[in-house]
């Protein structure tokens, strides 16, 4: 039973190391709560409070004071300096040269004005290496000149400018931490310490009893426009460091610690699943913690919160994981994992590259997205919209859920100028996806077992290569009708080389057909006609339909053999066929699923997948079998008395066969390595064949590996693959 502390009073309190897996914490006061290393799987933080203890705020405070009171006495200190050294005094006089004195007051001045301008445009950082040359440049000249006087007085006004500096630096750091502590008498008081100590400061500088009344008055002038120099700079550098501004990660990341010291503490805590939901989260602290799909809906005072090296840190991600708006924005390439977006508005924004494995995205918006080579693996996309989304190469697998998506229509591609065509699912631009449309088409398959043999084989250009035709037929399905107009359409749009090489379905209830087309044929078009044709004819009388039967026998025996398909498929519960096309064969499977390839990540419809197997019937087989030695036939026989590269090859595809210990998949998925082989034999010089064929090399190692020792066809591999591996100069 999970715990419940809702709308508890925590404070202080320790739940260190604890298992607190589902504890409710809804509304609790947790400032000072120690949460580290502690089990808070599926913990609800949403309106909870984090934060300090009073105790806490009042030290931070007083450490604010002192360091505002410092940023006030120092620039005073260092301008009256300054000013001793610009104006005539009891010290000056004394030397020959006091016009050098002058001339070095000047010089820092000019230094002190160029550092402010170089700590605007490049950062403190930045700011310190400007002054250390041009300190370096001005002393090198000085000395030069032979005027020692002029250098202990540059030096003693550089070592000033150095103060106003670290002056500067301290007095960002007081107003930032002040201004985090959310107490308007802490800005008070940090405004109060800063003035009222640059009195003191700049009287200790100039030392009036030296001054005449005049020059008294010129040094307080100096000292009191370095002091305003010094605070105003203090408060911009605070003011932007708070809004983030990355040349201010120091004072922001001092901020953060020391306005944090006694916060919430979430180190090394495994929050997988909570929920933080309009929770405050100033000064918690979630480095090393464990943060997969936490919900941070508008949390509040998130930026105030130790997010070193989570993804957090990412400004534009906070922002999205707070909002969960990312309408139009660009995300393309980021490292996404584990994120939480559910009923997040995500359209028409990028994910280009972007990896979302294990993220959850339910009920999101992702219509017009572009999920273009998007990593989903194990994400949950449960009840969201991709209506119109991109899903060119997308990944994902059988774990990514996909249960009650929303989509009207879908994009395989996105478009280029070269291919306008995005290749919209359903191709009829007219039409819609019916419910469950959607995840029969995506459901991982490969459009033709003939096509995934090349191992090596970018799948990614094969897709702008080969495009699918999908039609889909619900209720019920005239296999005569189907059969005569897809013939009728391949003889009226030759230039489709319109070839079915997909049947799915589930009976009678609904059937998909799909049929590879050529890459400029407008889909849409060929979609529309296809089921007006298809509708013409089913209305045919049954006379009719004979005689239109009879009529095309004779010119095409394909149209018997679909239609023979598809009423043999229609008596069974659930369906999946695929085609040779080099054979026009058909290959029949009780149950779905989808064809495992070893090593490639994609197929033609740009879906990648991974699964269950698909069953391969003996026929199959035996076809693959004629096929791979008719291969092997074409290749030249050795003229030596050692075996050349046909005969071995022959030895392998006949022990691959008589192996009763290898499943029939993988006899089949063995005999098309060979033949990848017997190709790469045929064209030594091809640079593709021969990475097919390095490829088919370690698929039948793997294969080998899986069966006993004892088996003959272990033997065989063992004996034969390095022979034909140094024969096709693959080692």
């Given at each position: 039973m999970p715990q419940s502390f809702s709308h508890q009073k925590l404070q202080g309190r320790s739940f260190r190391g604890q298992d607190l897996i589902g504890a409710d914490f809804s509304g609790a006061d947790i400032r000072g709560v120690d949460f580290s290393h502690a089990v808070l799987i599926n913990a609800n933080f949403s309106h909870a409070r984090a934060g300090q203890q009073y105790r806490w705020i009042i030290s931070i405070a007083a450490i604010s004071v002192i360091l505002a009171a410092l940023a006030g006495l120092l620039p005073a200190f260092a301008g009256g300096l300054i000013g001793l050294l610009l104006v005539p005094s009891s010290v000056t006089e004394t030397y020959n040269r006091a016009d050098f004195f002058w001339i070095s007051s000047i010089i820092s001045l000019i230094v002190l004005i160029a550092g402010g301008w170089v700590t605007v445009r490049r950062g403190l950082g930045s700011s310190l290496g400007v002054l250390a040359i041009i300190v370096t440049v001005a002393t090198a000249v000085v000395a030069w000149a032979g005027e020692g006087e002029a250098i202990a007085a540059l030096i003693m006004q550089f070592v000033a400018i150095g103060i106003v500096i670290a002056s500067i630096a301290g007095g960002a750091l007081a107003i930032s931490v002040a201004r985090s502590l959310d107490r308007r008498w802490t800005l008070y008081s940090v405004a109060i310490a800063a003035i009222t100590m640059s009195v003191p400061g700049a009287l200790e500088a100039i030392q009036p009893r030296m001054l005449s009344p005049s020059s008294g008055w010129i040094a307080l002038c100096i000292a009191a426009i370095t002091t305003i120099f010094a605070l105003s700079f203090s408060i911009y550098i605070s003011l932007a460091a708070t809004a983030g501004d990355r040349k201010y990660r120091s004072i922001q990341a001092l901020t953060i610690s020391l306005s944090s010291l006694g916060g919430t503490q979430f180190r090394n805590a495994n929050l997988t699943n909570a929920d933080f939901t309009k929770a405050t989260l100033k000064t918690a602290d979630f480095r090393k913690a464990t943060l997969k799909r936490v919900c941070w809906y508008q949390a509040q005072k998130l930026n105030q919160a130790h997010l070193e090296a989570t993804y957090l840190e990412n400004s534009d991600l906070r922002l999205l994981a707070v909002t969960k708006e990312g309408r139009d924005r660009i995300y393309d390439h980021l490292d996404l994992r584990d994120f939480n977006l559910d009923n997040a508005d995500l359209q028409d924004a990028s994910f280009i590259g972007a990896d979302l494995s294990e993220a959850t995205l339910q009920s999101a918006d992702l219509s017009g997205a572009k999920l273009v080579q998007t990593q989903l693996y194990k994400a949950n996309l449960t009840g969201a919209c991709l209506t119109g989304a991109y899903i060119q190469n997308w990944g994902i697998s059988v774990d990514t859920q996909l249960e009650a998506v929303q989509c009207k229509y879908i994009y395989m591609k996105l478009p280029t100028k070269d291919d306008p065509d995005p290749c919209r699912k359903p191709d009829n631009r007219n039409e819609s996806f019916k419910e469950g449309d959607f995840a029969d088409f995506i459901a991982p398959i490969i459009t033709t077992l003939d096509l995934y043999r090349v191992q090596n084989l970018d799948l990614r250009e094969m897709a702008g290569t080969f495009k699918t035709l999908d039609l889909f037929h619900h209720k019920e399905i005239d296999p005569a009708a189907a059969a005569v107009t897809i013939q009728q359409l391949s003889e009226e749009y030759p230039e489709a080389a319109l070839k079915v090489v997909v049947l799915e379905g589930r009976g009678n209830q609904k059937v998909r057909l799909q049929a590879v087309v050529a890459g400029d044929v407008n889909r849409s078009e060929l979609s529309a006609k296809y089921f007006a044709r298809y509708k013409e004819i089913s209305s045919l009388s049954d006379e009719n339909l004979q005689i239109l039967l009879a009529g095309v026998a004779e010119k095409d025996e394909r149209i018997h053999s679909l239609e023979r398909l598809l009423e043999n498929a229609l008596q069974q519960p659930k369906f999946y066929v695929e085609t040779y096309q080099?054979?026009?064969?058909?290959?029949?499977?009780?149950?779905?699923?989808?064809?495992?390839?070893?090593?490639?990540?994609?197929?033609?419809?740009?879906?990648?997948?991974?699964?269950?197997?698909?069953?391969?019937?003996?026929?199959?087989?035996?076809?693959?079998?004629?096929?791979?030695?008719?291969?092997?036939?074409?290749?030249?026989?050795?003229?030596?008395?050692?075996?050349?590269?046909?005969?071995?090859?022959?030895?392998?595809?006949?022990?691959?066969?008589?192996?009763?210990?290898?499943?029939?998949?993988?006899?089949?998925?063995?005999?098309?390595?060979?033949?990848?082989?017997?190709?790469?034999?045929?064209k030594p010089e091809d640079s593709v064949l021969q990475k097919a064929a390095k490829t088919a090399i370690k698929i039948l190692k793997g294969t080998a590996s899986s069966l006993p020792d004892a088996a003959k066809l272990a033997e065989a591999c063992a004996n034969l693959l390095p022979a034909i591996s140094k024969l096709l100069l693959l080692v």
């Open positions: 080099h054979q026009e064969e058909f290959v029949m499977s009780q149950s779905k699923g989808n064809v495992h390839i070893e090593g490639v990540q994609g197929n033609v419809s740009g879906v990648i997948a991974a699964g269950e197997s698909q069953s391969i019937t003996g026929a199959a087989i035996g076809a693959i079998s004629g096929s791979v030695t008719n291969t092997i036939e074409q290749l030249s026989t050795s003229d030596s008395d050692s075996l050349g590269i046909k005969e071995l090859l022959t030895q392998l595809q006949a022990a691959i066969e008589a192996e009763t210990e290898l499943a029939d998949e993988d006899k089949l998925e063995a005999l098309e390595q060979v033949k990848t082989l017997a190709e790469a034999g045929q």
